[in-house]
């Protein structure tokens, strides 16, 4: 018997999604998740950087199943002298993945103001043929045009935007077939999963094998999601999304035990049990590798000197720090292998 609930969990996605959250801009994202760990009957601790956490309860060495709250966005470099805004990326964001995007720009007085990523020159049709195929640059042929009659820079700041502003990028949610497309399943699926888990355990009684704590990190873009740890904590599991490619065995219908990453191999130890609870739960899961361009806030608790063990685990999810796409079957494998891993 599965305890996933689907629609608890898209519906959960859909909230956390409505919050932008551009790493570093964290307090809007903190207070949302808090709500929602109260609702579910459990009290929300909170880390002096931003992060949240919960204890599940259950006895002994203590295990941190993690999942990060922070998208990757932009930040104001400049202003343009034409009102334009020149901008640089917070976390792994590319110019061929956001061009033509929407976006909203947070200034330092409150207001959001809202835009679009474009190319200068920014028409197909009165571009020259030796500009159509240079690559977008942000930092010389991409810009944010607001949607404000703004002529100059002075116009732009009169409107109170100005460097170190964040700017988040809109997700673009949709269903189909089992399908979800949208930015930011990086990781707010995940912390979807991670608040379904914390509901099942709380409505079902179920036992807890050893201690576990929820830690929903907002730096995990930039490296730095859990440099800190509960004190005593022993293991920590990173539920992130396991990218798919031609040579990934991830696909978007399963769960991936991460074998390695970009920075080293995950614990054996740990990696081990995860694979045989996914065996004897009869689950559709995959190993894998992801490299070279790949982490998780697992890494980073190594990292900052912890004596852990840590692993990770996620769903198989295209098009990753772009217009992602994963399967309803993909969350629903992951929840069942992390349920599994810490009652069973």
């Known amino acids: 018997m599965s305890f ?3 629609q608890y969990t898209l519906g959960t996605f859909q909230q956390l999604l409505a919050v932008d959250s551009t790493t570093g801009q964290y ?33 002994g060495d203590p295990l941190v199943i993690t ?8 930040m104001v470099r400049r202003i343009n002298p034409d009102g334009t805004l020149n901008v640089c990326p917070v976390g792994g ?31 197909i049709h009165v571009t020259e043929e030796e500009l159509r195929s240079v690559q977008g640059d942000f930092r010389t042929n991409v810009c944010i045009v607001l949607d404000n009659p703004v002529k ?31 930015r930011f399943i990086d990781d707010k699926a995940c912390a979807a999963v991670l608040l379904n888990i914390m509901k099942a355990v709380r409505e079902n009684g179920l036992p807890l094998k050893r201690k576990v704590i929820a830690f929903f990190a907002c730096y995990e873009e930039i490296g730095h999601g859990t440099t800190w740890l509960p004190d005593g904590v022993k293991d920590i599991l990173a539920l992130d999304i396991a990218p798919t490619g031609p040579d990934q065995n991830s696909e978007e219908h ?15 130890g740990i990696t081990a049990e995860l694979r045989e609870t996914a065996k004897k739960a009869g689950l559709d899961y995959v190993m894998d590798v992801f490299t070279p361009h790949y982490g998780s806030d697992g890494d980073g ?3 900052a000197g912890y004596d852990i063990r840590h692993a990770a685990i996620g769903p198989g999810t295209a098009n990753s720090h772009g217009y992602e796409r994963t399967h309803t079957d ?14 069973e």
């Open 4 to 6: 996933f609930d689907e």
């Open 27 to 59: 307090r809007a994202i903190q207070e949302k998740t808090a709500e929602l760990i109260r609702t579910l009957g459990f009290e929300p601790s909170f880390t002096h950087k931003g992060g949240v956490l919960a204890d599940l309860g259950g006895e």
């Open 67 to 74: 999942a990060h709250l922070d998208d990757i966005g932009l």
């Open 93 to 123: 964001l590319y110019p061929f993945y956001c061009v033509t995007e929407n976006v909203r720009v947070y200034t330092g007085a409150g207001d959001v103001l809202t835009g679009t990523v474009c190319r200068t020159p920014n028409s």
């Open 152 to 182: 100059t820079a002075e116009d732009t700041r009169a409107l109170g935007v100005e460097t170190g502003d964040y700017i988040a990028l809109e997700p673009r949610f949709t269903l189909s077939g089992g399908y979800i497309k949208s």
């Open 254 to 268: 399963k769960v991936s035990i991460f074998a390695k990453d970009s920075r080293f191999p995950y614990h054996s």
């Open 301 to 303: 608790s190594v990292l």
């Open 330 to 343: 993909g969350l629903k494998n992951t929840f069942d292998l992390t349920l599994a891993y810490i009652t």
